[in-house]
């Protein structure tokens, strides 16, 4: 019987290996109070509140999940449009990684590999909720894991 590998991101660096097993949605949340009308026939210039967290669980030695949570609340003045929370997971095999190789790549590269299906979760859910599509825009987690290095106590890693 052949064995297939799941052709997902793989990378090998100085012998770390890095390998995605799965993805999966394990939680998502919409809500919107009062549908897509908009507060007193406003326009639609709502203002939005973007939150991500990153977390990982040891499932094994070398396995761990990861676990991408987004945030993002719409509001008009004080009424919220709408709230959706998605936590996207991912179980990454990872050998060969220094403590600290295994904290960037849990809070940086891992992340970003998860970020695309959250992104599309969110988008889908806003759309189905009857509002004008939203794309998160793109995020530098690269970036974000040095910031949160740097001031511990504001920190996206946990």
Known sequence: MNEVRNP???????????????????DSSYESPNGPRLPNNQGWEPKFQLNMNTSAEELAPDIREVLL????????????????????????SISGASTEDLKRLIGSFCPSVLFPYAREVISDLIVKGGFP?????LVNFE???????????QGLVN
Do not use: D, M
Not at 74 to 88: D, F, I, P, S
Not at 133 to 137: A, G, W, Y
Not at 143 to 153: D, H, K, N, R
């Open 8 to 26: 997902g991101p793989e990378a090998s660096i100085g012998g770390v290996q890095v390998s995605l097993q799965s993805v999966y949605l394990k």
């Open 69 to 92: 949570t987004i945030t993002l609340e719409a509001k008009q003045g004080e009424a919220t449009l709408y709230l959706v929370e998605v936590k996207q997971a991912g179980v990454f």
């Open 133 to 137: 599509n939203f794309l998160l825009p």
């Open 143 to 153: 970036a974000l894991f040095a910031q949160a290095a740097e001031t511990p106590q």
